[in-house]
C-alpha cells in the first residue's frame, strides 16, 4: 500500500510558487491498479518519484508497505562509469536477490550485446531506457511505477518482450501510471485519478477520469 495524508509539494521556479500538492490525501491499494491523468508540466513525474521516496513532501505524510518498484526509466541507482554488468550485481544485492540471477535476466532482456560489458555511460538514451526497464523487470515488486515522461525505447522486439513479462508480473502485482493520455491508462487500471491544481480527484473509473480530464484540458 501506498498511503498519502494531507501532503503537500510545491516548487520556486524563480518567479512563482509551483504547486505541485496541496494537502491531498489518497492510497494505492494492492490489486487495485491506478492511472494518474495530467497535462505536462503539473507535477507527474514529481508525484511518481514521492510515491517511490525518491522526493520527500513539504509537508504530510507518505506511508508504504509494500514492495515498491524504482520508477520506470530511473538511473538515480546507476553508476554510469561502471558496466550493466556491475550495475545489475550492485542492483541485486541492494535488494537482497541472487546477483548471477539478476545479471543473466537484465542481459538478456535488454539485448544489448556488448554493450552490456561497458560503462552504462557511454549507452545511448534508447539503450538506458532498455537496461533500466531491464533491471525494473529483474526485481520483484508488489507495486510498479511507471512515468509516461520517462527516456522510452522505440526498439519494437524490446518493447514486445518486456511487455509480455510486465503483463506476467501484474498478474500479482499493481502498477501506477502517469500519463497525459487515458490510452496509456487503458491497458494496466482499474480506477483513475486527475491531476490539477494541486488537487488529486480520484475515480472509480477510468471513464469518468476522462470525462473530468477532457472538460479541463479543452475549456
Not at 143 to 150: A, N, Q, S
Request: hydrophobic share 40%; net charge neutral; aromatic share 10%.
Amino acid at each position: 500500500m501506498i498511503e498519502f495524508t494531507e501532503v503537500s509539494k510545491s516548487f520556486w521556479t524563480g518567479k512563482q510558487r509551483k504547486v505541485i500538492l496541496e494537502r491531498v490525501s489518497f492510497r494505492v491499494v494492492p490489486g487495485r491498479s491506478m492511472g494518474v491523468l495530467a497535462p505536462n508540466g503539473t507535477g507527474k513525474t514529481t508525484l511518481i518519484n514521492m510515491m517511490a521516496g525518491l522526493e520527500k513532501p513539504d509537508e504530510g505524510k507518505i506511508v508504504r508497505t509494500s514492495r515498491i518498484s524504482f520508477p520506470l526509466g530511473f538511473m538515480g541507482g546507476v553508476i554510469g562509469r561502471h558496466s550493466g554488468t556491475e550495475n545489475a550485481r550492485y542492483i541485486a544485492r541492494l535488494y537482497g536477490l541472487d546477483p548471477d540471477y539478476v545479471e543473466a535476466f537484465a542481459r538478456w532482456m535488454a539485448d544489448i550485446e556488448e554493450y552490456f560489458d561497458m560503462p552504462v555511460g557511454t549507452y545511448s538514451q534508447g539503450m538506458r531506457a532498455r537496461f533500466s526497464f531491464s533491471l525494473m523487470l529483474a526485481l520483484d515488486f508488489d507495486i510498479y511505477l511507471i512515468d509516461e515522461g520517462m527516456p522510452s525505447t522505440t526498439d519494437v522486439a524490446f518493447n514486445r518482450r518486456a511487455g509480455s513479462i510486465l503483463r506476467q508480473r501484474l498478474e500479482n502485482a499493481t502498477v501506477v501510471v502517469v500519463s497525459h493520455q487515458a490510452a496509456t491508462l487503458e491497458k494496466f487500471c482499474q480506477t483513475a485519478a486527475v491531476l490539477s491544481h494541486g488537487q488529486l480527484h480520484m475515480f472509480d473509473t477510468l471513464e469518468e477520469a476522462k470525462r473530468l480530464y477532457d472538460y479541463q484540458t479543452q475549456s
